[in-house]
């Protein structure tokens, strides 16, 4: 059985920080391409981060140079480093695992993520 569960999420001032953190079972981790999605109340889903299994990422214009992706493949986690939020940050934060030769897409619970004064 394949499990995402996310933490880390909380409430922060607009400037702070949060890390979130991703563990992943049942799957062979280090395969599989990992992103960040959020979701906020009447918009769509949007990727935030993604890191290939090569270790290579990629970011939404919005949070470049804020945020940051990465991974440890020997405890089957990926992290998200946000630094400097802004109120628009606000969202539910979603893990996803994807392995596009399997058709493997897999998602987290979400953690909510609130910036505001």
């Known amino acids: 059985q394949v499990q995402l569960v996310e933490s880390g999420g909380g409430l922060v001032q607009p400037g702070g920080s949060l890390r979130l953190s991703c563990a992943a079972s049942?799957?062979?981790?280090?395969?599989?391409?990992m992103g960040w999605y959020r979701q906020a109340p009447g918009k769509q889903r949007e990727l935030v981060a993604s890191i290939t299994s090569g270790g290579s990422t990629n970011y939404v214009d919005s949070v470049k140079g804020r945020f940051t992706i990465s991974r440890d493949n020997a405890k089957n986690t990926v992290f998200l480093q946000m630094d400097s939020l802004k109120p628009e940050d606000t969202a539910v934060y979603l893990c996803?695992?994807?392995?596009?030769?399997?058709?493997?897409?897999?998602w987290g619970q979400g953690t909510q993520v609130t910036v505001s004064s």
């Open positions: 996803n695992a994807f392995f596009d030769a399997l058709g493997h897409n897999y």
């Open positions: 049942g799957i062979i981790f280090r395969f599989y391409e």
